[in-house]
């Protein structure tokens, strides 16, 4: 059973444009992080989030974090050609019983 | 530090064989992970360990799976006998356990092992 549903599954879109990402579930989790992987490549963390309703920026992206602690987005501003990838969010419930989230495949199109 | 260090990168191997997948996590981190990822399933966490002991494995899919980790820089994955439906990218991560407030801390992935059944 996959607790932690994105959407969307798959993204296409123009270098300069805008995006959202979803990560949803029915449970709540103490912390949420983001991940980006690149091909061939393990996932490296973005952030981490843990206070409801929290929201932080790291450069063009911004994640924030439900108010119930069920649900995160992440928002790309003025993607580039470097953000493509599969994006991954991470529920955590204790120390390191982490669940990732299907992930979304991003591809930012010169 | 040279990060999670993994191997083989890509294993090919006819069912029924034995496979053996090796890593050497960050030196002085407390946690192991092995994780299996496939486009159907995504990246599913298969056992976890604190300080070399095995803490939790219930997300090993069937006996023929098995992990071990004898000191704190080395652990295998194994599977035996190896089938078609075990193809995947087997991923390792180490991480510290979290500081004080913390509830949580960033795990450091290998490159990760292409595992293709045949």
């Known amino acids: 059973t996959q607790l932690l549903e994105q959407s969307p599954q798959f993204l296409s879109i123009q270098e300069g444009e805008n995006l959202t990402v979803y990560c949803n579930s029915s449970?709540?989790?103490?912390?949420l992080q983001w991940y980006r992987q690149e091909p061939g490549e393990g996932p490296v963390l973005l952030v981490t989030v843990v206070t409801g309703g929290e929201v932080k920026k790291l450069k063009r992206l911004t994640f924030q974090f439900g108010d119930a602690r069920k649900d995160s987005s992440l928002h790309i501003t003025a993607a580039q050609p470097g953000d493509t990838g599969l994006y991954l969010c991470a529920g955590g419930k204790g120390y390191q019983k982490v669940t990732f989230g299907t992930g979304t495949k991003l591809q930012v199109i010169p | 530090d040279a990060g999670v260090i993994q191997s083989p990168r890509h294993e090919v191997t006819e069912m029924g064989q034995e496979v053996t997948l090796r890593c050497k996590p960050i030196s002085g981190h407390d946690y192991l992970f092995w994780y299996r990822q496939t486009m159907m399933r995504g990246l599913e966490l298969l056992i976890y360990f604190n300080n070399n002991v095995p803490i939790d494995d219930s997300g090993m899919p069937e006996d023929r799976f098995s992990a071990k980790m004898p000191n704190a820089s080395f652990s295998t994955l194994k599977i035996q006998p190896s089938e078609p439906r075990d193809s995947a990218v087997y991923f390792c991560?180490?991480?510290?356990?979290?500081?004080?407030?913390?509830?949580?801390?960033?795990?450091?992935f290998g490159q990760g092992t292409r595992l293709t059944v045949v």
């Open positions: 991560a180490s991480s510290f356990l979290p500081g004080p407030g913390e509830v949580s801390t960033e795990a450091f």
């Open positions: 449970s709540v989790f103490s912390s």
